[in-house]
Structures are given as structure tokens and as C-alpha cells.
């Protein structure tokens, strides 16, 4: 598989940004989901942080934007969380989300590792960023592919 065309089916993706939904109901934390081809020449985590400021993930009030970027033809992803989510949550909170998408996606299970991980990220940022009165939704809950 090399096109990020088919890597979900546009109901993995209905189901993908349905768990983005669920998952930010509860938090005035913002998540995304990018997929794109490669990585290129770039640095898989330098290209993700290209990506997050891109897509204005940088510019959340409480600093609290999750990424979930995914190089299809590199099979390699990297979750990148900005600098008030990473300040609050537990050391391994990063690498255990990672590692429950990991074990998806070496089944092929790509759109059930995505929900897994977006998942993983709203309960932790429920507990840090609750929702409140105020809260506004900043950012797009659409898979963004480049």
C-alpha cells in the first residue's frame, strides 16, 4: 500500500472522525489526524511538527493539540502533542498510546489503531483540559492529508 488514498476507506474515516468527536467532548483539547504519503528527506518528527504548526495546532488556547501524523509509504506515525498537554501528562503516557497503536497497526488494523490512539489521548486530556461553558471547538475534526 502506497497511496494514502488507500489507506482508509471513507467509512474508516467517517469512523475515524467520529472518535475525534467523541473523544474532544469532553475536553477543550483539540486533536487531528494527518496522513500523507512520506515523510520525505525530513526527519519523521521534525516533518510532524512541520505539520502541527501548519495546520494551526500551535495556536489553541491551552496549548493542548494532539497530532497524529502518518507516513503511509514510510509506515512509520508519530503522536505529537503541544507543550501544555505535554507538561501535565505521566512520562510513558506518549509511548503507551503509541505501543496501542502499534499492535493495531502490525494486524493491518489501520482505522481501529487511529481510534485507539485518539481515544487514548481525550481521557488523558478530559483530565487535564475538562470541558467547560466556554470551551469552543478551535480546530477541524477532518483528516487532513498532505
Do not use: C
Not at 489553541?60 to 494532539?66: D, H, I, P, R, S
Not at 503522536?79 to 502499534?102: H, L, M
Not at 481515544?119 to 475534526?141: I, M
Request: no cysteine; glycine share 6%; hydrophobic share 35%.
Amino acid at each position: 500500500m502506497s497511496k494514502v488514498e488507500d489507506f482508509l476507506t471513507k467509512k474508516d474515516e467517517e469512523e475515524i472522525i467520529e472518535a475525534i468527536r467523541k473523544a474532544e467532548k469532553s475536553t477543550s483539547g483539540e486533536i487531528r489526524v494527518h496522513i500523507e504519503k512520506t515523510h520525505g528527506a525530513a526527519d519523521i518528527f521534525d516533518r510532524s511538527m512541520e505539520v502541527f504548526h501548519l495546520l494551526k495546532m500551535d495556536n489553541t488556547k491551552e496549548e493542548n493539540g494532539v497530532l497524529i501524523y502518518v507516513a503511509v509509504e514510510d509506515r512509520d506515525f508519530v503522536i505529537y502533542g503541544d507543550s501544555g498537554i505535554n507538561s501535565v501528562v505521566p512520562t510513558d503516557f506518549w509511548e503507551s498510546t503509541k505501543d496501542a497503536i502499534v499492535a493495531q497497526f502490525k494486524s493491518g488494523n489501520f482505522k481501529q489503531g487511529l481510534i485507539d490512539g485518539i481515544l487514548s489521548a481525550g481521557k488523558e486530556l478530559q483530565k487535564h483540559f475538562p470541558w467547560s461553558e466556554d470551551n469552543v471547538n478551535e480546530l477541524p475534526n477532518t483528516i487532513s492529508k498532505g
